[in-house]
């Protein structure tokens, strides 16, 4: 089942994907919504939005071409206040982004690079037995919930950033019950777009370069991890009507060097993220990369990322600031 949120002149609305229609549910406006519902009912989100739609429906085409009066929303967010999603990642989970990242910061004098020996210790120890727990894999914080961008949304490169670039990936949505416990929604396609540039200037500001904005969906899958084993999808750049680059990437636990439950044990061991009522989007990590072949993204820029089963590509323009940074002065209270 596919998920899909939308808003109308202030309205929202929750919607069940079906081919060339979008179903709309009756009594609720976000999945958020929808997802505590189903925890206190103690019922699956599949069988709620199935018990709870209305009858009416409206054509996905003009929506997801963006000539609707209806636009999409990222499939998952809190919809009271965006502080209370939290937005992460796991990086070096595929050998491909190790690689790159070991590209990045090679040195004569070094055998082998930090990020080759973190992914080296998920080969090894991040598929634990079901039941253990494996190795912790790299993480890395994005922002709240404002930096999340729906389809046809553009992605900002702001003035204080050194470039732009574009990480197609799954992410997986979750919220925490009211009982503390994580729940898993479902899964997404993503663009964690993140700065390249000012990573391989020194690896220690890899958090630096990934505060970005980055985008989600359209659609949400609501399935079970059997849906994450084996992703493959598309990506591309579109320049001035022309495909600049275009690449597939792999992903899921078969792709990965974690499972997928050693990387949602490692994200929710800490007690602060299990805040009952809290939001969670996770990154699980890329393969394909243009900067990794030399590309750069330009103002105007489209990119656009795809996977079979996970609905309508996902597509955003990218925007480069052109004012010069500006210093941002800290006024004292004492």
């Excluded at 030399?294 to 089963?309: M, N």
Aim: aromatic share 8%.
């Amino acid at each position: 089942m596919n998920l899909v949120q939308l808003s109308r002149n202030g309205q929202r609305a929750v919607a069940l994907v079906e081919n060339e229609h979008l179903h709309l549910l009756a009594g609720f406006t976000s999945v958020y919504e929808l997802a505590m519902h189903a925890i206190g009912r103690k019922e699956t989100i599949g069988q709620l939005a199935q018990r709870t739609l209305s009858g009416d429906s409206i054509a996905y085409e003009p929506v997801h071409a963006g000539v609707s009066e209806w636009r999409l929303l990222c499939p998952i967010d809190h919809p009271a206040d965006p502080a209370r999603v939290m937005v992460s990642g796991t990086g070096l989970t595929h050998k491909v982004s190790a690689e790159n990242r070991a590209a990045m910061h090679q040195s004569p004098t070094t055998a082998i690079t930090d990020s080759m020996r973190m992914f080296r210790l998920g080969k090894e120890g991040g598929q634990p037995a079901p039941g253990s727990v494996g190795v912790p894999p790299e993480w890395f914080y994005k922002g709240n919930g404002s930096i999340l961008r729906a389809h046809l949304e553009p992605l900002d490169v702001p003035a204080y950033a050194k470039d732009g670039g574009e990480e197609a990936e799954i992410a997986g949505a979750y919220v925490i019950g009211e009982d503390g416990v994580p729940y898993r929604i479902g899964f997404m396609t993503g663009n964690e777009f993140s700065d390249h540039v000012t990573e391989k200037e020194n690896y220690l500001y890899l958090a630096h370069s990934k505060l970005r904005t980055c985008s989600l969906g359209p659609e949400l899958v609501v399935a079970n991890e059997a849906a994450f084993h084996d992703v493959t999808g598309g990506v591309s750049i579109q320049r001035q009507g022309q495909i600049l680059w275009q690449a597939s990437f792999y992903s899921g636990q078969k792709n990965m060097c974690h499972s997928l439950a050693n990387l949602e044990h490692h994200h929710f061991k800490y007690e602060a993220h299990r805040r009952p009522g809290d939001v969670h989007v996770h990154f699980f990590g890329a393969d394909a990369f243009s900067f990794g072949e030399g590309i750069r993204l330009q103002d105007g820029d489209i990119v656009e990322i795809g996977a079979p089963g996970f609905g309508r590509p996902l597509r955003n323009p990218v925007v480069i600031a052109g004012q010069q940074e500006q210093l941002v002065q800290v006024v004292p209270l004492g």
